[in-house]
């Protein structure tokens, strides 16, 4: 198998989980990764606690931006080697024809943006979605998919979407 070198991460707004999931890919595969993310309905702007977030860890949030999905299926879109969705509904949606023949895991996670109250209290949910995204792509990174045969590497990929705090 050729391994994973491009990741699209989607949800629906690609305001929150969908940009967390973008940002930690690329900065724990650096120059192993190139990491998207994208949505089918996006908001149009990433989330003011998600960015908050990126800023507290170190992480420049000009480049993240809430996109549609639509941009990876033209001719100039990347090649995408792993679809990974981040919320019930994109999982569930009619997900466009990626170019390729792209690897697909589902890691559902609670939505950080639905939760209501104070800036601590937002800051917190993120923090939370951070903490459970990390452990998964440490997961991932960890295992050594060029040697997987396309079957056991998306059971694999499927086991760590079952990982703490799966929704």
Do not use: Y
Request: charged residues 20%.
């Amino acid at each position: 198998m050729a391994g994973v070198n491009t990741v699209l991460v989607l949800c629906t707004g690609n305001s929150a989980r969908s940009i967390l999931g973008e940002a930690l890919l690329g900065q724990l595969g650096a120059g192993r990764i190139a990491a998207f993310s994208a949505g089918s309905k996006p908001k149009g702007v990433p989330h003011p606690g998600a960015l908050r977030l990126l800023a507290r860890k170190g992480i420049g949030t000009a480049p993240f931006r809430s996109k549609s999905w639509l941009e990876f299926i033209g001719p100039d879109a990347p090649e995408i080697d792993l679809v990974i969705t981040v919320c019930g509904n994109a999982a569930g949606e009619a997900c466009p024809v990626f170019p390729g023949t792209p690897l697909r895991a589902h890691w559902g996670l609670p939505d950080p943006a639905d939760v209501t109250g104070t800036e601590a209290e937002v800051d917190a949910a993120f923090e939370e979605t951070w903490r459970l995204l990390e452990m998964r792509v440490r997961t991932m990174l960890a295992l050594d998919l060029k040697q997987m045969d396309r079957a056991t590497a998306q059971d694999a990929l499927a086991k760590i979407g079952a990982m703490e705090g799966a929704a």
